[in-house]
């Protein structure tokens, strides 16, 4: 070979990679976090994340407050489902104090937390369609998640930021009005996620676009720590409702979807037969409503009704303790996890007997999945990155906490 | 599976390790020396099938002589078996091995656990703040630290017209 012939190889060309910001205040990214991507043209090719933009230290805040101020915190973790939110924590603080709900209480949970739980999926699933060019379901779908939120205002008059419950149950019964509501939900919903179904689940542009995108292997998405749908779209059946059942669960007949490939499109149905899935208890919870209180008889955790207060002293003297923290928590450390919209949402909670919490920890499934990210987009394109992100429904608030 | 057999198969493989067992609320705890934690850990994922890492928090006793802990819930997730882990260590030299290697999910968890609480993870690949900015000098979970910085004037009385 003449030695002044020189043989390039392609791989000892200098490439010129570009970076690029994805967020932190990109529409794209549907919250508050930063993606910086290094690019060879449109295909990424590392990644690095930078979270924390509304880190609002609620872990600190839960150690100065007593226990029933927290509730109103755990809205605040995943505001898209803050109901699953808030009773997973009551629930919590019901194990550590030995209460036992009655049947009616655990039926009006299960039904607030579905309704939820639909919310949160209708959000990811149109978010979906829009991040891949379908503006129209998305438009359509949110009327229903509108009608969510006027149940959700019926219950407890909040819509977002919902505080609906209090340790020990509700804080009032299901009205008239509420059941008539929810019964025309069902009605309603049936039909428009039909609609919603018919205009993407089949759709060929969808399906290209979304199948074998952002995909993680089973092994890969249990050592990321993955739950919920993300984990099911993967192929593995683990399901808190299932596994560890709370507040009667166990009286429910509903399967488990799991996908095989985890991608994007995977994800999405998993989501999409998870709300058939959770309108089917919605509707059994409904029908055998049990009799009964909305409230436990403890008058040690649960505030007496007003008119008692203003007549009697026992009544007066329960209130303010209650309203000044002073209830009687035991010492102890409890782990309680409920099947939030995104996964396993648990809560860690250690009592050294005081008026509120010696140590609070939050186990927010967002904060635990996004850091497969980089892994789940490496070598794809800055498209199929957008749909990835909002197909594994990332929560700015569960993320930062 | 139940407490028992777990924990008897515990103390048969780290019979030499002092371990301290209990059942707060029916799930099996044990605290393990910050030396075999990582090893402790290892076993339970490879022979006793724990092959999910639940959650990783730290916590800071400040009247203990080994003020900073950390634990871990660790799920079978094949006979849906919990347990749950901790290990202390002094504020003054607060080292734990990492558990990266095992379970990729701990890489942010042992990280914002040492935003937290400054604990640091031995050979963590890259353990730096993350939920906090990157100049803060302190670790604000531990109790010594107020909820509110008293010296800040943002909230002072005469801006509310008090």
Known sequence: MNENYTVIHPEDIDKQYTTLNLGPTHPATHGIFQNVLTMDGEKVIDSEQTIGYIHRAFEKIAEHRPYYQITPLTDRLNYCSSPINNIGYQLTVEKLLGIKTNKRIDYMRVIIMELARIADHLVCNSVIGVDTGALTGFVYIFQEREFIYEIYEEMCGARLTTNIGRIGGFERDFSPKVIEKIREFIKRFEKALIEFENLLLRNRIFMDRTIKVGPISAERAISYGFTGPNLRAAGVDYDVRVFSPYCSYEDFDFIIPVGTHGDTYDRFCVRQTEMWESLKIIKAALENLPEGKHLVDDPYVVLPEKEKVYSKMEALIYHFKIVMGEIDAPKGEVYHSVEGGNGELGFYLVSEGERSPFRLHFRRPCFIYYQAYPEMIRGGMLSDAIITMSSMNVIAGELDC | ?162
């Open chain 2, 1 to 162: 599976m139940t407490n028992e057999e777990v924990l008897k198969k515990f103390q048969e493989r780290f019979a030499t390790v002092e371990t301290t067992a209990g059942e707060p609320y029916g799930m099996l705890t044990l605290e393990v020396d910050s030396a075999y934690i990582h090893d402790a850990i290892a076993w339970f994922r490879d022979t006793m099938n724990f092959n999910f890492l639940t959650d990783l928090c730290g916590i800071h006793y400040p009247d203990k002589g080994k003020a900073l802990g950390v634990i871990y819930h660790m799920h079978n997730l094949q006979d849906n078996f919990r347990i749950r882990l901790k290990t202390f260590v002094p504020v003054e030299n607060p080292h734990v091995p990492t558990v990266t290697d095992l379970f990729s999910s701990a890489n942010w968890m042992e990280r914002e656990t040492y935003d937290f609480f400054g604990i640091i993870f031995d050979s963590h690949p890259n353990l730096k703040r993350i939920l906090n900015v990157d100049y803060l000098d302190y670790y604000p979970m531990r109790k010594e630290y107020p909820l509110e910085d008293p010296t800040r004037e943002d909230k002072v009385d005469s801006y509310f017209g008090r």
